[in-house]
């Protein structure tokens, strides 16, 4: 069974920094994409960041310059170091990823969320 698991969310002011970690657990055969996603209070659920297995990043417009997002294939985790935070970054951090727990079996998985609060 594979878990993902957010942690490093906080009570930040305007301009300070954060980094969010994922890491993944249970049947793992491979990694493929992982993610970041929000969702902001009365808000639908944005898609942040995501990151292939090669590496290779892409970041929603907002974000761009302030978030960084990174993996360590060894150790199954992602992560997004968010520095610059503004009050509209306020959300619950979620991570995700495509994994294949076995040969025949690939799903998205999701983690429970971890809350950012950017706040003076």
């Known amino acids: 069974q594979v878990q993902l698991v957010e942690s490093g969310g906080g009570l930040v002011q305007p301009g300070g920094s954060l980094r969010l970690s994922c890491a993944a657990s249970?049947?793992?055969?491979?990694?493929?994409?992982m993610g970041w996603y929000r969702q902001a209070p009365g808000k639908q659920r944005e898609w942040v960041a995501r990151?292939?297995?090669?590496?290779?990043?892409k970041y929603e417009d907002s974000v761009k310059g302030r978030f960084t997002i990174s993996r360590d294939n060894t150790k199954n985790t992602v992560s997004l170091q968010m520095n610059s935070l503004k009050p509209e970054d306020t959300a619950v951090y979620y991570c995700?990823?495509?994994?294949?727990?076995?040969?025949?079996?690939?799903?998205?998985?999701w983690g429970q969320g971890t809350q950012v609060t950017v706040s003076s």
């Open positions: 990151i292939t297995s090669g590496g290779s990043t």
């Open positions: 995700n990823a495509i994994i294949q727990s076995s040969a025949w079996y690939m799903y998205t998985y």
């Open positions: 249970g049947s793992i055969f491979s990694i493929n994409d």
